[in-house]
């Protein structure tokens, strides 16, 4: 439906900016065109016959706005409650997967500082909403920008097929920048830190036995422990230099690609015989 929009607000400037004549009676000498000449008797009734026009077509835009909002709510929330509703299916079958696994094995597997109790327990809660947060809502954003683009396309090519050509040719770009800002928003590089499982099996053994932990007074040094494990959580001025120009180059490659496809419509517009409605 997105591309649709293009259309809509397309036929809203035609209609908001409709040229109106300044029509003149004949009664005094003027350079302004005659009922006559614009075809009708009086320029009462072509004034009357031009607001009728304009008031038909805002009444049809009204409704054609109508059902493109009512299909955009039906469809999103087809969509939300389908990849949802599979999300956390395979998210329930993947934990109880993981959970009888851990029960088949041997009590000596446990005996792995990396499959204590904590850590397996660490796995369990996060391991599966992990992949969960991989196949919901990323695939919903890829579904979405998939059937844009090939929507957005075929109505240019459509209307206007020059502006289509240009339009795939930058989607490479368009691409590439937005996948860089995804990457530095959401932290999906390839240098990200795999979470320790010493840190699950630290903070479960010691919430478990916190009877011990506190009759020993060992509350200090198993915090330390724990913050040592953690590391240093600040981020260095060379990272963060390098994701602020990755994040402005992005913005930059994303908004020079628009302003081609601009100056390119216009110069469409301006030496062929395409209309601004199939811009």
Not at 5 to 14: D, E, K, L, Q
Not at 76 to 98: K, V
Not at 242 to 263: D, E, P, Y
Request: proline share 4%; charged share 15%.
């Amino acid at each position: 439906l997105y591309p649709f929009w293009g259309y809509m607000f397309a036929r809203m400037i035609s209609v908001f900016f409709t040229p109106i004549a300044a029509c003149s009676d004949g009664d005094s000498p003027t350079s302004n065109p005659t009922a006559s000449v614009l075809g009708y008797p009086t320029c009462r009734e072509y004034f009357d016959r031009q607001a009728d026009k304009l008031w038909d077509d805002a009444v049809g835009l009204s409704y054609l706005w109508v059902v493109v909002a009512v299909a955009c709510i039906v469809s999103n929330a087809l969509m939300f409650l389908g990849f949802g509703t599979a999300s956390e299916r395979l998210c329930f079958r993947i934990r109880n997967l993981m959970f009888s696994t851990y029960l088949r094995q041997e009590p000596a597997y446990f005996d792995d500082p990396e499959n204590a109790v904590g850590s397996v327990s660490s796995r369990l809660a996060s391991d599966a909403t992990l992949l969960k947060a991989k196949t919901g809502e990323p695939l919903q954003q890829i579904l979405i920008m998939v059937f844009g683009c090939l929507g957005g396309i075929v109505l240019a090519a459509i209307f206007a097929w020059p502006i289509a050509l240009m339009a795939i040719g930058v989607l490479p770009v368009l691409g590439f920048a937005m996948n860089m800002q995804v990457e530095i928003m959401l932290g999906q590089s390839k240098d990200g830190a795999k979470e320790d499982p010493a840190i699950g099996a630290l903070a479960g053994e010691s919430l478990g036995a916190i009877r011990t932990v506190t009759a020993f007074c060992l509350q200090k040094d198993v915090a330390r422990r724990y913050e040592n494990l953690l590391g240093d959580l600040t981020m260095k001025d060379s990272v963060l230099a390098r994701k602020s120009v990755g994040f402005g180059l992005s913005f930059s490659l994303q908004h020079w690609a628009w302003a081609l496809l601009m100056w390119f419509g216009a110069w469409v517009l301006d030496n062929s015989s395409f209309g601004f409605e199939d811009f």
